[in-house]
């Protein structure tokens, strides 16, 4: 009997694909030459716009604005108010609840009330600051207590429920609960928000915009001109940094830049000040999460009462889909057989919270490790033995939303080798040892898992389109929806398509996101960019080569299995040709030589009115082995080693993702331990600069840092050559530090539960320090 073909085996090596490759613009990176919006050239007569606030206020009614000032200020052109809006004063993405320019109140403080336009940016800055303005002052209302006494929301409560909590905690032999406050994370992108506004012909508005989302940036500012969609086009080339932070936020600033252009005549360009970037858009939700957790006495979870109190500013912004997002991830790793997690979308008087890496998730998995750590401390055993207890398995493998995990036995693998890989548990004993022996300077260890879900919630955000040309020279053209911001989607997608033609990536032109060119994207988010717009352009590429297949069989009277692409030539038979005079006969034979691909992914199937169905394409898994030295007289804190391996499925490029899982890990990092956003009784952020506000250095990257991709079978999904995303997962691997700090601090009174709350700074690690020993003394 013949044995099977494998076809696998019978495929062709890959030539670009899989392959670890520079970003393609990491030479221009380090050289200074890659162009963002403010090193393009500006045409001539460019005014700047700077939003002007008003300093003293915080929230209230505005009595009185006087802007004469202003207005007579050097080289102020127009100072510009919700009244000089010809269309909608509205920048939110669905809800209609975000002005461009307040109207009648300050809802924040730090809230746009005008906009100056001037010669120069410093001019307009100068004029900004002249404003007089009479303000009744409202009490405001700023933390999530605060909101829940004055019954606040800008959503209804929502939740996920299964079985019967109530009867499962009842039946539990031992029941653990408690809060925790998990913090609010400022973006911190390198290039901050801007925007440059070219007015066109015909009322039309070309918009070059630092955004991961250009199509609503286009929608955004047609409704605020009032003008139909396809009179504007934006454009983006490239951010220094995005993390969620220019998903919805940049509209404002496109708006008032395209407002500016519009009532000059002018092209105008706005880039904001470090400072009111910071005091003037949202940030990560902070969070208070109660949570109750029975189990059997072993540690096996039993039932789960969790209630996430979210912080969402003055409008709704993205706090639908973040939150939710919390509560689909509220289970990390674990099965629950009986569950209750309820959500809770809080209106305050603070800038409005948005998206951020992770979208949500991170908070939901830190508060699961929290009641793990509980358990376990409580019990006396070792966290990761608590951990794998209750993994999802073949048995107990749904979520408490409905989706089955069907990946379980590559977390159970992945966690094996990393928990074998990282000694793990020779160095418990070390760390118990070392704990035993030091009064002053304790280590924690800990190794915990990710199971994020990859694909977008709302179901019609999940596709994308691309555009390809092939020219007769055999050069390539490419476009797509996706946005390019350090991560390496322009990178990998060009990959793809160089794979599919069979030439060389120097033969393929990346060229600028553009509304005019793919239409009616999505935002580049969720981790989805590569599965989305790398399958779009595949598809086209196939579309453009099957076109030309077809016609080669004809001219040459050989089936399709006779002609190969590859090595910059198209072969057929024993016939040898350039790609470059294929094109140039197709072209003569009046063969199309371009094409739109589309693609969307298949079996989204999420009913959030029911919660139930199919949320996500697939999870991807990784897991973080931390060991951390806190200081017990002052609250310093070192990480000392970090491991960690993850699952890409099969990667598109090695290297971008290996960057992607470091810098994912360090940002989270920051999140859970130094990044502490402080906003003062009267609902003032003090922490707007980078004076006062630490994101994590290169002094706080542990001295011993192990990043290993998982060596799978890849995505049992159909994705774009079995990978699977990468942008997002990262951050939660931090959840290691968290939850090794709450290990050190925990071995100062066995069996006490830390009061450690994120991040973990070193004011936090000593009141925890503090609350330990008083309650070991009470004992």
């Known amino acids: ?131 007089k303005a009479e303000v009744t002052s409202i009490p405001p209302v700023l933390t999530q207590e605060d909101a829940v006494a004055a019954e606040t929301t800008v959503l209804p409560d929502y939740q996920f429920r ?106 105008c360009k706005i880039r904001l000040d470090r400072d009111d970037d910071m005091i003037m858009t949202g940030k990560r939700h902070d969070f208070r999460v ?16 969790m209630e996430f109190l979210s912080r969402c500013g003055y409008s709704v912004d993205l706090s639908l889909g973040v939150n939710d997002r919390t509560l689909f991830h509220a289970d990390s790793s674990y099965f629950y057989p009986d569950a209750v997690i309820r959500s809770r979308r809080l209106k305050t008087d603070t800038v409005s919270n948005t998206a951020f890496r992770g979208f949500g998730g991170p908070q939901g998995m830190l508060a699961a490790e929290r009641m793990i750590d509980a358990i376990a401390i409580k019990l006396g055993k070792d966290p990761l033995e608590i951990r794998k207890l209750n993994f999802y398995d073949g048995e107990r493998n749904q979520t408490p939303f ?36 030091n009064a002053v300077l304790k280590k924690g260890l800990a190794l915990t898992p990710v199971k994020f879900g990859i694909s977008f919630t709302l179901k019609h955000l999940n596709q994308a389109g691309a555009l390809v040309h092939l020219y007769t020279d055999g050069s390539v053209h490419l476009n797509h929806g996706g946005t390019e911001m350090g991560q390496g989607l322009y990178q990998k997608v060009a990959q793809v398509v160089a794979e599919e033609f069979g030439i060389t990536l120097d033969k393929v032109r990346i060229t600028a996101t553009n509304t005019s060119k793919v239409p009616n994207t999505g935002p580049t988010a969720a981790s989805s960019g590569t599965d989305l717009n790398a399958m779009a352009a595949k598809l086209a590429a196939q579309e453009i080569k099957a076109r030309i297949t077809a016609f080669l069989c004809e001219q040459h009277q050989c089936g399709a299995e006779a002609i190969h692409f590859g090595d910059n030539k198209v072969i057929i038979g024993d016939q040898s040709f350039t790609l470059s005079e294929i094109a140039k006969q197709a072209h003569m034979a009046r063969i199309q030589l371009s094409h739109a691909g589309f693609y969307a992914t298949p079996g989204i199937t999420w009913d959030r009115d029911t919660a139930t169905g199919r949320p996500f394409y697939y999870f991807a898994f990784g897991g973080a082995c931390a060991e951390v030295t806190i200081d017990t007289m002052t609250g310093e804190m070192t990480v ?84 699977k995303a990468v942008g997002e997962p990262p951050v939660m691997l931090a959840n290691a530090v968290f939850c090794a700090i709450t290990d050190a601090v925990a071995s100062l009174a066995p069996g006490e539960v830390p009061d450690l709350d994120a991040p973990a700074t070193p004011e936090a690690i000593m009141k925890a320090v503090h609350g330990m020993r008083a309650r070991k003394a009470g004992q």
């Open 1 to 131: 009997m013949t044995a099977p073909l494998d076809q696998a085996a019978m495929q062709p090596p890959l030539k670009t694909v899989c392959k670890a490759l520079a970003h393609d613009s990491a030479e221009k990176h380090v050289t200074g030459t890659a162009a963002y919006i403010d090193d393009m050239v500006e045409p001539t007569g460019t005014l700047h716009v700077v939003p002007g606030w008003i300093r003293q206020a915080v929230r209230g009614e505005v009595t009185a604005l006087d802007l004469d000032d202003v207005r007579q200020s050097p080289g102020v052109v127009a100072v510009l108010t919700a009244a000089d809006v010809p269309g909608t004063n509205d920048c939110s993405s669905a809800f209609g609840d975000d002005p461009v320019l307040a109207d009648g109140d300050i809802l924040f403080h730090g809230q746009v009330a005008f906009a100056v336009v001037a010669e120069t940016r410093d001019q307009a800055r100068r004029a900004a600051k002249k404003v």
């Open 162 to 267: 299964r079985g019967s909590p109530e009867t499962g905690m009842n039946a539990s032999q031992e029941i653990v609960s408690g809060s925790l406050r998990i913090g609010g994370q400022e973006h911190f992108y390198l290039e901050g928000q801007i925007a440059m506004a070219v007015p066109q012909e015909d009322g039309g508005m070309l918009v070059y915009s630092s955004t991961q989302h250009p199509t609503e940036i286009q929608h955004t500012v047609a409704k605020v001109l009032g003008v139909p969609d396809a009179l504007v086009t934006a454009e983006v080339r490239r951010m220094g940094g995005g993390f969620g932070g220019k998903e919805s936020q940049a509209n404002q600033w496109a708006s008032l830049a395209a407002l500016a252009a519009h009532a000059t005549g002018r092209a």
């Open 640 to 723: 000392d080693r970090v491991d960690i391996l993850h699952d890409v499925g099969h990667s598109l490029n090695p290297a971008i993702d290996l960057g992607q899982i470091e810098g994912g890990f360090v940002q989270g990092m920051g999140w859970l331990t130094t990044e502490e956003l402080v906003w003062d009784a009267q609902g003032r952020l003090r922490t707007h600069a980078p004076s006062t506000y630490k994101i994590p250095t290169a002094s706080d990257i542990p001295e011993e840092f192990h990043v290993r991709l998982y060596e799978g079978t890849g995505n049992p999904q159909e994705t774009i050559y079995r990978s």
């Open 290 to 305: 109660d949570w109750k957790i029975g189990h059997d006495g072993t540690g096996k979870i039993r039932a789960v009462d």
């Open 402 to 437: 409905g989706m089955p995990v069907e990946e379980y036995e590559v977390m159970h693998h992945l966690i094996g080798q990393l928990e074998e890989s990282s000694a793990y548990w020779q160095r418990r004993e070390d760390v118990s040892a070392f704990n035993a022996e």
